[in-house]
């Protein structure tokens, strides 16, 4: 008997490998696929502007990564004894006006800097509903709990999104021509929107998603959405919120992304790159013991072989811990 229902995942044609820099943005969920891919030691930027859900964020973003856009006073608020961006995550906050800019801008810089030879982006759009600025009509990333009379909530059209994403694309091409597109919808459900919306701005970040990979070869679609929601289909793999996707479920999907999205070779390396990762987050009771010590040299060597094998990556943390864990005898 079939547990669960199947679904056919294309990959691409070439797939990644660690030669290969990633440039993730978009919902929450884009940081657990970043995180995990970070993890195995692939060169990656996520998310200069912290998490963005809705497609007229992300692409506002990435377009000012293009130019790219220098930030200015003009560009900030004041409230709750903090300077913010409308266009930013309040982890870019502060009660220095100052910083709150250096930040800013030294982030637009890596980004556009990155995103100029980057081989893949990973778009993970997360929901339809925007907001903007009741009185100037702009659009913004995140409210930062300011009144929400300040603000009108919009549903964004198929018609719009799909636009929006378009010209952005169309942007992205001009700017770093090699560079492969991989959408995926979040499977984070908000439910402060309700069931029912939720669903509607889903099905609309879904048709204009699947529109752009269907009229361009440089871009496709991963189904982290149908994964969690189609096949998993259980309240036990996400969180007490029963809106976030838990450590299972996200797990589930990543390696449904490795599976048809990495070269067979670079499977096998990443496995050697976890072993030696975990070694390395390994903290034990007794760390002069023989069988330790035996451990930490090991585990040393395979940190060299690795780095000899892959130069193009750093491991000089993990070399550097692991030649002070030696105690001589």
């Known amino acids: 008997m079939k547990w669960m229902a199947d679904i056919d995942i294309k990959g691409p044609e070439n797939k990644i490998n660690y030669n290969h820099s990633l440039f993730l943005t978009g919902s929450c969920f884009t940081e657990h696929i970043g995180n995990c891919l970070a993890d195995y030691k692939f060169p990656v930027l996520q998310n200069p502007n912290g998490i963005l859900f809705d497609p007229i964020s992300v692409c506002n973003s990435l377009q000012s990564y293009i130019d790219p856009k220098k930030y200015t006073t003009g560009d900030l608020f004041y409230l709750n004894d903090l300077w913010q961006s409308w266009q ?16 800013i801008n030294q982030s637009q810089q890596r980004a556009h800097l990155f995103l100029k030879k980057a081989d893949w982006m990973i778009i993970t759009l997360g929901s339809s509903f925007s907001y903007r600025l009741h009185e100037e009509r702009t659009p913004v990333a995140n409210c930062h709990r300011a009144p929400a009379q300040w603000f009108d909530k919009h549903l964004t059209g198929i018609e719009e999104i799909t636009t929006r994403l378009e010209e952005t694309i169309i942007k992205l091409k001009d700017f770093n021509p090699r560079l492969q597109i991989i959408f995926t919808i979040s499977p984070v459900r908000h439910l402060r929107d309700g069931v029912v919306d939720n669903n509607r701005s889903k099905a609309r970040l879904i048709e204009a998603v699947h529109y752009m990979a269907g009229k361009y070869n440089h871009c496709m679609y991963f189904p982290a959405y149908e994964l969690v929601i189609d096949v998993l289909r259980d ?14 479920a996200t797990e589930f999907v990543f390696e ?14 990443m496995e050697e790159v976890k072993k030696m990762v975990n070694a390395y987050r390994h903290r034990p009771f007794n760390p002069l013991t023989t069988p330790h010590q035996n451990f930490i040299k090991n585990s040393l060597l395979k940190a060299r072989q690795l780095q000899q094998q892959l130069p193009q990556l750093d491991f000089s943390d993990q070399i550097d811990y692991f030649n002070q864990s030696i105690v001589e005898a």
């Open 88 to 103: 930013h995550h309040s982890m870019f906050s502060s009660m220095d006006e100052q910083a709150v800019l250096d930040t």
């Open 235 to 248: 309240y036990r793999f996400y969180d007490v919120d029963l809106a976030h996707p838990n450590y299972a």
């Open 256 to 269: 449904n992304f490795k599976e048809n999205y990495m070269e067979p070779s670079t499977l096998k390396l």
